[in-house]
Nanobody
Framework: QVQLVESGGGLVQAGGSLRLSCAASGRTFSSYAMGWFRQVLGKEREFVAAIRWSGGSTYYRDSVKGRFTISRDNVKNTVYLQMNSLKPEDTAVYYC???????????????????WGQGTQVTVSS
């Protein structure tokens, strides 16, 4: 059974940093793309960043470019989201997800992801 387990969320002041981790288990993810999404209560889930296990191509939403970095550790089967210069508008539940699609241009769509983690809360105070 595939499992994605996020960790690393918490409360931080504006301007601070957090690193989220997503540990993947249950199968080989070398052909997958991994994504981070976030969701605020009452709003749609939105794309944050994505990376391919092989090759390491990365993608970001515009509002986090230059502040967030997605990376992976193929040995540990773990994906990270380093978040710097956090802003109150980054407050959300952050989800890790895995997608089998080979089409990079769809990685911003939640519907193409096959597996999801349980989410971790990130709260940025002003």
């Amino acid at each position: 059974q595939v499992q994605l387990v996020e960790s690393g969320g918490g409360l931080v002041q504006a301007g601070g940093s957090l690193r989220l981790s997503c540990a993947a288990s249950g199968r080989t993810f070398s052909s997958y793309a991994m994504g981070w999404f976030r969701q605020v209560l009452g709003k749609e889930r939105e794309f944050v960043a994505a990376i391919r296990w092989s090759g390491g191509s990365t993608y970001y939403r515009d509002s986090v470019k230059g502040r967030f970095t997605i990376s992976r550790d193929n040995v540990k089967n773990t994906v990270y989201l380093q978040m710097n210069s956090l802003k109150p508008e980054d407050t959300a539940v952050y989800y890790c997800a895995a997608a089998m699609t080979q089409k990079d241009y769809v990685l911003g769509l939640p519907s193409v992801y096959d597996y999801w983690g349980q989410g971790t809360q990130v709260t940025v105070s002003s």
